[in-house]
């Protein structure tokens, strides 16, 4: 069994910075994706970054220029630089891992953290 475990959440100011982190553990061998969703009060979860072991990232429209993230293969980690926040950011933000593979030889599975608060307050 995988676990992604998040942490770095919580208050900040507008204008102000925050750094998530999010660390897989278990039986992993591989893991082709790392990334993060939101998913605000009333609101459908949304993409905000993720990035592939081959260096390819995908950033939502809303957080580009603003947010960046970074990974950290041999520790399956990746991290969750935000700066400039504004009140819109405010969320849960989930940690996603996407085809994690336990062996070479596996298919691989999804999974999913358990979400950290991000507040942005005005």
């Known amino acids: 069994q995988v676990q992604l475990v998040e942490s770095g959440g919580g208050l900040v100011q507008y204008g102000g910075s925050l750094r998530l982190s999010c660390a897989a553990s278990?039986?992993?061998?591989?893991?082709?994706?790392m990334g993060w969703y939101r998913q605000a009060p009333g609101k459908q979860r949304e993409l905000v970054a993720a990035?592939?072991?081959?260096?390819?990232?995908n950033i939502g429209d809303s957080v580009k220029g603003r947010f960046t993230i970074s990974r950290d293969n041999g520790e399956n980690t990746v991290y969750l630089q935000m700066n400039s926040l504004k009140p819109e950011d405010t969320a849960v933000y989930y940690c996603?891992?996407?085809?994690?593979?336990?062996?070479?030889?596996?298919?691989?599975?999804?999974?999913w953290g358990q979400g950290t608060q991000v507040t942005v307050s005005s």
């Open positions: 278990g039986t992993i061998f591989s893991i082709y994706e």
């Open positions: 996603n891992a996407v085809r994690v593979r336990a062996t070479m030889w596996s298919r691989g599975n999804d999974y």
């Open positions: 990035l592939t072991t081959g260096g390819s990232t």
